[in-house]
């Protein structure tokens, strides 16, 4: 991950990185900065992670987070830093938020995914978001500053749930359980 040290002292922020529609790095921003009303398209991640009963791990996102803060989503998201892999990237994010250390556990690319959300604060995702599975038995420590809340749920649930109660769920993490769903992930 590629740090930039802050002017005003020791604080660190996170670089993310800039990508035209063909996922051709061009250029790198703060994170802080650059999520706004005309956020640019990044890189990001977002990953699944299950246990062996086929439940998915959620996380309730922090209230104090700039985008789509209390809402429940899928286990981590994040954004691979300049010259980071999305697996590396991925195992960086389940350590920092969830004080997961996976090691050897394997984490599948499933498939590209491309989105453009707006929260209710007017703040904009707008990603190229690869979607991430991994299995693990695991009970995480979480992030407050990351994670207000968390639980294991059946995957068909999951998908239950997010028929009915959709705006309780981040949107990447609704078209993304579909998408899982229709390629038919326990089955691969």
């Given at each position: 991950?590629?740090?930039?040290?802050?002017?005003?002292?020791?604080?660190?922020?996170?670089?993310?990185?800039?990508?035209?529609?063909?996922?051709s790095e061009i250029g790198t921003a703060d994170k802080n900065i650059i999520h706004t009303a005309d956020t640019?398209?990044?890189?990001?991640?977002?990953?699944?992670?299950?246990?062996?009963?086929?439940?998915?791990?959620?996380?309730?996102?922090?209230?104090?987070?700039?985008?789509?803060?209390?809402?429940?989503?899928?286990?981590?998201?994040?954004?691979?830093?300049?010259?980071?892999?999305?697996?590396?990237?991925?195992?960086?994010?389940?350590?920092?938020?969830?004080?997961?250390?996976?090691?050897?556990?394997?984490?599948?690319?499933?498939?590209?995914?491309?989105?453009?959300?707006?929260?209710?604060?007017?703040?904009?995702?707008?990603?190229?978001?690869?979607?991430?599975?991994?299995?693990?038995?695991?009970?995480?420590?979480?992030?407050?500053?990351?994670?207000?809340?968390?639980?294991?749920?059946?995957?068909n649930e999951f998908l239950e749930d997010i028929k009915k109660n959709s705006q309780a769920?981040?949107?990447?993490?609704?078209?993304?359980?579909?998408?899982?769903?229709?390629?038919?992930?326990?089955?691969?």
């Amino acid at each position: 991950m590629s740090l930039v040290r802050s002017q005003a002292g020791p604080l660190m922020s996170e670089l993310v990185v800039l990508v035209d529609e063909q996922n051709s790095e061009i250029g790198t921003a703060d994170k802080n900065i650059i999520h706004t009303a005309d956020t640019p398209l990044h890189r990001g991640f977002s990953l699944f992670l299950f246990n062996s009963k086929k439940e998915l791990l959620l996380t309730k996102r922090a209230k104090n987070k700039k985008t789509f803060p209390g809402v429940w989503t899928n286990t981590v998201c994040g954004h691979p830093g300049p010259g980071e892999n999305v697996v590396n990237a991925a195992k960086r994010r389940l350590k920092d938020e969830l004080g997961i250390r996976l090691g050897s556990i394997s984490i599948q690319e499933i498939t590209p995914y491309r989105y453009r959300f707006t929260d209710v604060n007017g703040v904009v995702e707008n990603e190229i978001c690869p979607i991430l599975v991994a299995y693990a038995e695991i009970e995480p420590k979480f992030n407050f500053d990351e994670i207000d809340d968390w639980k294991w749920i059946s995957w068909n649930e999951f998908l239950e749930d997010i028929k009915k109660n959709s705006q309780a769920y981040s949107p990447w993490s609704v078209e993304e359980a579909h998408i899982l769903q229709k390629l038919d992930i326990f089955n691969r």
